[in-house]
């Protein structure tokens, strides 16, 4: 991979990190009581899933690039619910 295509990787994962937290906090007002730790967990379960989310995401815009849109959403949106369900579980 060249350094473009790495550093435009790197802008995608940013912005698509930046729409996920946005979602998570609009999705799950909850949020805001989160401990630290919490949303430490919460944060650290959105890297999880973001390598095989933005593969996803790719794949759905190398196959419909006029959905590119709708996929990054989508993209977001998974992030963001892999958030959610740390948080859930961490008030039961």
């Known amino acids: 991979m060249n ?8 802008a995608l994962g940013h ?3 930046e729409a996920a937290l946005t979602l998570l906090v609009r999705l799950y007002p909850e ?4 401990s630290s730790a919490q949303m430490d967990a919460a944060c ?4 999880d899933q973001s390598a ?7 794949e759905d815009v190398r196959i419909a690039p006029w959905a590119a849109g709708n996929a990054f959403r989508c993209a977001a949106l998974d992030l963001a619910q892999a958030g959610i369900q740390v948080l859930k579980a961490s008030r039961d």
């Open 3 to 10: 350094t473009y295509t790495t550093q435009n990787l790197d």
């Open 15 to 17: 912005k698509l990190g």
């Open 31 to 34: 949020v805001r009581q989160a």
């Open 44 to 47: 650290a379960a959105m890297r």
């Open 52 to 58: 095989q989310v933005i593969d996803w995401m790719l």
